[in-house]
């Protein structure tokens, strides 16, 4: 079983927006020494709470200060952006790092939604959302179906323009989603796919098989290919885990209540909140998106998603508010799962 690690930049109670961005390369440094497979980073828009508002700058970074681990983003959200303009990115980030470069790819708002409009403030129709699908066929397009000169090919409506630079690797697509819908288009298309565990607690296992039933091979990729993200917290025990995890257990209570400026709040905050009744069963409810407790506790229960899921690779993501909790977290569950370092 693969492990990868999804990193959203939260910002955390007493911290700041660049702590957590530079916490974000420390991170991304120490999941390629535990031997991580991934590492991921995240879009959002106008939520001060999460530093991460721009993934392909930050993953040029972080693939500047590693060397082996494959880095990506989970995801772009491309509704707001020019597919060509995503592929020309991410052919940059090709070149400099060849064979290292995943783009993930969402259609998420990622934000408010005056953040929204304002991302698709050069539309002709910014009201005109639904060019998802056909803006992923131009991402592959640009990325995968060209002539010997680099150029899409007909009878694509860019039919002769070239995504540069040119090189002869490409970016692994994958699509992420946490709805059969998601990867039914996953599949239609034939790109990766990463179902959000950690958004949809409430199923998806049959979702992602019939994603590998119907996947119909492309120049993207020739073969299915899943993951599944969930929450993860691990500590030497299971009463400390879930003591850590009581800061990710109030940070979403909040975020329902669309407090989208809430920095990931200290144990001792979460522990002295005030919850209602319906806070409390929200708290339950959203248990299904993590995997908490001691080491031994997180690898049975990520061996049992894994074989929900039939698939080889799960990919978690940490709100601790600690970071050094946080990196003692992803330490345990590497060797937990015998992940082999590096050196």
């Not at 990115?89 to 929204?116: C, H, K, Q, T």
């Not at 640009?142 to 000169?149: G, Q, R, V, W």
């Amino acid at each position: 079983m693969k492990l990868s690690i999804l990193d959203q930049s939260p910002v955390s109670e007493g911290s700041s927006p660049a702590e957590a961005l530079a916490q974000t390369a420390l991170l991304a440094r120490e999941a390629e020494r535990l031997g991580y497979h991934r590492f991921w980073v995240a879009e959002h828009h106008a939520a001060p709470g999460l530093a991460g508002s721009s993934p392909e700058v930050l993953m040029a970074h972080l693939a500047a200060v590693t060397s082996e681990i494959r880095i990506g983003s989970g995801a772009v959200l491309l509704p707001h952006y020019s597919a060509y303009k995503v592929a020309e990115n991410f052919r940059v980030m090709e070149a400099l790092y060849p064979g290292r470069i995943d783009l993930g790819v969402g259609r998420a708002a990622g934000g408010s939604a005056l953040s929204a409009r304002a991302l698709q403030d050069n539309r002709v129709n910014p009201e005109d959302i639904d060019r998802y699908e056909q803006q992923l066929k131009e991402l592959i397009a640009f990325l995968h179906e060209s002539d010997e000169t680099g150029a899409v090919e007909p009878p694509h409506r860019y039919a002769g323009l070239q995504a540069t630079p040119a090189v002869s690797t490409a970016p692994e697509i994958w699509l992420l989603g946490s709805s059969s819908a998601s990867a039914a288009l996953s599949a239609r298309l034939g790109t990766g796919y990463a179902f959000a565990r950690f958004i949809n607690g409430n199923g998806g296992a049959e979702a992602v098989r019939e994603y590998a039933d119907s996947f119909a091979p492309s120049r993207a990729a020739a073969t299915p290919q899943s993951l599944v993200a969930v929450f993860a917290v691990c500590a030497r025990t299971s009463e400390e885990a879930d003591r850590l995890a009581a800061s990710m257990d109030l940070s979403l209570v909040l975020l329902e209540k669309e407090h989208l400026s809430t920095a990931t709040p200290s144990v001792e905050t979460a522990m002295n909140y005030t919850y209602t009744p319906y806070d409390r069963f929200s708290i339950k409810d959203n248990r299904k998106r993590m995997v908490v407790g001691s080491p031994r506790e997180v690898r049975e229960q990520l061996q049992a998603l894994a074989e929900e899921y039939q698939c080889g690779e799960l990919m978690i993501s940490s709100h601790i508010h600690s970071f050094e909790d946080k990196l003692a977290s992803l330490r345990l569950i590497a060797e937990a799962c015998g992940l082999t370092r590096r050196v």
